[in-house]
């Protein structure tokens, strides 16, 4: 996918100022490309792989874009709206204040309760969804029965699912009772339904499900229900590694 930008979007996206701002800073010299000075506003940049810097400094690139995290409650849907009048996790975002063209990125079903991301950056939602860049999903399980060390071995090096044999994924028995098994697992694929087809095929049904974290990021502040923008720090974190910014120098 092309996704090169104009040298003077790139500035302003790095909140350098107006485009036109921008455009001075280029016409005066002073911005490099991969350490060769280009001074063509038709320079085009792509932010996964050219490094720009201005009087030595690297230029990072943000795109202004909305990103949010949500703790969704049990009996929201993933989607943007529903023809049944359900709410919708967007409508969630709504509420909160927030605006623009925001979608989900990937899904929970109405009954799992966690971490899902919100946004209008189609680059950066694809490629969190992308088996490719292998974002880590940590889900908290809790199923019917007890897990047996067998059956986790087993959930660990793949099952069918259908048509479809999981990747090797980590999986913990955190309790267990006679009654119900708490199991924590982290994939890095998401098909649909998997953690509950995962069980399934295992011969275990799947009582509650909360997604713990994403990409290894945590959100311990959100209380279920909440809404937040993401901080830069958790921003830049999944940009690099979606790449779509590079890692610092250290
Ligand atoms: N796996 C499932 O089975 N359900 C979800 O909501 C997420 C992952």
Redesign the pocket.
Known sequence: MNTKIRINRYLAGAGLGSRRKCEKLVLGGSVRVNDIQVNNLSARIDPEEDVVTIDGKWVEYRNCKTLLVLNKPEGVL?STRDVRGRKTVIDMAKEAGFSGRLYPV????I??TGVILLTDDGELAYRLTHPKYEIA?T?QARVKGMIAKNEEKKLAEGVDIGGYITSHCYVKVVKVTSKYTDVELT?RE?????????FSAIGHR?IK?N?KSLGGLEFRDLKIGEIRSLRKKEENFLREKTKLILRRSK
């Open positions: 993933s990937g899904r929970l079903d009954d799992t999903k889900y994939i998401g098909k649909k339904r998997q953690i509950k087809r995962m799947v499900l997604r």
